[in-house]
Nanobody, 121 residues
Framework: QVQLVESGGGLVQAGGSLRLSCAAS????MGWFRQAPGKEREIVAA????????YYGDSVKGRFTISRDNAKNTVYLQMNSLKPEDTAVYYC??????????????????WGQGTQVTVSS
């Protein structure tokens, strides 16, 4: 059974940075999603299982970086130049699909518990 443990959320001022971590019990294609109150869950970033391919949602391109440490089965989301609109619960997810990057929620079988990110103005 795949388990995902998220950490790194918190409160930060606009323009600041946070790094989220997601430790998995194996190596998978993974993604980061976020959901703000009253809004739909949206893709933030995704990374392939092994070839290094990445994807970023339009709203975070140039500010966020997804990476992984395969030795630790851990995926990171480095968030820079944070804006109040980035405030949301952030979820990591793991997919068992054999693919490069997976962009839709339906492509992910396992989800982390979520971590709150709050950006103040």
């Amino acid at each position: 059974q795949v388990q995902l443990v998220e950490s790194g959320g918190g409160l930060v001022q606009a323009g600041g940075s946070l790094r989220l971590s997601c430790a998995a019990s194996g190596r998978y294609a993974m993604g980061w999603f976020r959901q703000a109150p009253g809004k739909e869950r949206e893709i933030v970033a995704a990374i392939s299982r092994s070839d290094g391919s990445t994807y970023y949602g339009d709203s975070v391109k140039g500010r966020f970086t997804i990476s992984r440490d395969n030795a630790k089965n851990t995926v990171y989301l480095q968030m820079n130049s944070l804006k109040p609109e980035d405030t949301a619960v952030y979820y990591c997810a793991a997919s068992t699909l054999i693919s490069s990057v997976i962009l839709s929620t339906s492509g992910y079988r396992y989800w982390g518990q979520g971590t709150q990110v709050t950006v103040s103005s």
